[in-house]
């Protein structure tokens, strides 16, 4: 038996037996030219979601702006992965600026591997080297030193970037592979008021942090933080680019085109998934769960405090940072030898995210084996 403490990288927020989303998929093997068509082919049949038995893109869509409106937030453009929404949410803030020459990212960040996304990363140097780079990419620390810098930065009398021309700045709730960095809400705020003041169109990365990882839908929920787009993968099973309609391009095949984003298959599992978390209340149950593992992976520091030098989460995004690389990754091992599954992220953490539905006694077992491990491990 393995007790799966990754999620499939968050991808997988109920898990893999839950029973309606799993009943619903038995009914996809039935075989209908809509299940294995796209979104262009069903949408041009008329279909609405009133019209059809299993969920399809348009079900997902609705889904995403009956959440995200109140935020001013209207249209969702589905792709492939979560690398492809950054890269369309990128694509249409440079659409939006009138000299687009500047975008900002923060240290440790991840945003995807596809080029353009990848001109944003700051985690780690393997994904860049070598590769081409949009150019006009600044970079900050992901802190508020780091923000006092961007501020010189955009100084109108004295800095060296332009504000108008400043495409938009992207950072994440919660970092991922950067290391699960929990920022404190003066940072997030902070960020916010800057680029209000400047008008700069800011981009939330949910890919690994949103659709209730964190206890609520959103991460940037948690804070002082207003997004003008955010970006939405893993969970979803499809990349969403979720936005006010007014920001999107009017020109028609402007931003971009896909023949396999919003298929029926992902659509089923995008939809039930958040349908389960508000259905059975998963974001009270995440951040309450969470609140109850942080206190017990605490516990466990104190009882390794020259091995375990921090912990730290949000929600079920949890995290145990150790003292050096060599321990993280040895510690990875012999947990998943004892039947726990996790995960590396940053340069010595190891990250922990269990389903949203997880149960008390998992969270129990898990910090046994953890215990177990470390132990085994040693000094």
């Not at 109140?70 to 249209?75: A, K, R």
């Not at 940072?187 to 916010?192: D, E, G, L, P």
């Not at 039930?272 to 209340?281: F, K, R, Y």
């Not at 947990?335 to 149960?359: E, I, M, N, S, Y």
């Amino acid at each position: 038996m393995l007790l799966d403490f990754t999620s499939h990288v968050a991808a997988a927020p109920l898990g893999y037996n839950n029973p309606k989303l799993m009943d619903k998929l038995k009914e996809f093997d039935l075989v209908d030219p809509l299940k294995i068509a796209g979104q262009d082919f069903y949408v041009s049949t008329g279909g609405t979601p009133e019209d059809t038995e299993l969920p399809g893109p348009a079900h997902l869509m609705n889904t995403l702006t009956d959440i995200t409106d109140q935020y001013g937030m209207d249209t969702v453009f589905l792709s492939n992965s979560g690398a492809e929404a950054v890269e369309n949410a990128m694509k249409v803030c440079y659409d939006n600026c009138e000299q687009p020459k500047y975008g900002l990212t923060f240290e440790g960040a991840f945003h995807g591997r596809t080029l353009g996304a990848l001109s944003l990363n700051r985690s780690k140097s393997v994904h860049r080297r070598g590769f081409p780079e949009l150019s006009g990419i600044h970079d900050v620390p992901h802190s508020m030193a780091g923000v006092e810098r961007l501020r010189e930065k955009l100084d109108p009398k004295h800095g060296h970037i332009p504000p108008e021309q400043v495409a938009f700045l992207i950072l994440e709730p919660v970092q991922g592979e950067g290391g699960y960095q929990v920022p404190e809400p003066e940072f997030m705020r902070a960020v916010n008021d800057l680029c209000t003041e400047h008008d700069i169109p800011l981009i939330a990365d949910e890919i690994q942090s949103g659709v209730g990882r964190t206890g609520k839908m959103w991460a940037s929920n948690h804070y002082d933080f207003e997004p003008d787009v955010i970006t939405s993968a893993k969970a979803l099973r499809v990349g969403a680019t979720i936005s006010s309609e007014e920001i999107f391009p009017d020109e028609k095949s402007r931003l971009s085109s896909t023949w396999g984003a919003g298929d029926i298959l992902s659509s089923i599992q995008g939809t039930l998934t958040v349908a389960a978390i508000q259905e059975h209340d998963l974001l009270t149950h995440a951040e309450q769960a969470g609140e109850r593992f942080v206190g017990q992976l605490e516990e466990l520091q104190a009882d390794h405090p020259e091995t375990v030098v921090d912990v730290r989460g949000l929600g079920l995004m949890t995290a145990i940072e150790f003292d050096t690389k060599e321990r993280r990754e040895a510690v990875v091992d012999a947990a998943l030898k004892r039947g726990l599954l996790t995960l590396g992220c940053g340069q010595k953490t190891l990250r922990l995210l269990p389903p949203l539905d997880v149960r008390d006694r998992e969270l129990d077992i898990a910090v046994d084996l953890l215990d177990d491990a470390i132990d085994h491990v040693g000094s």
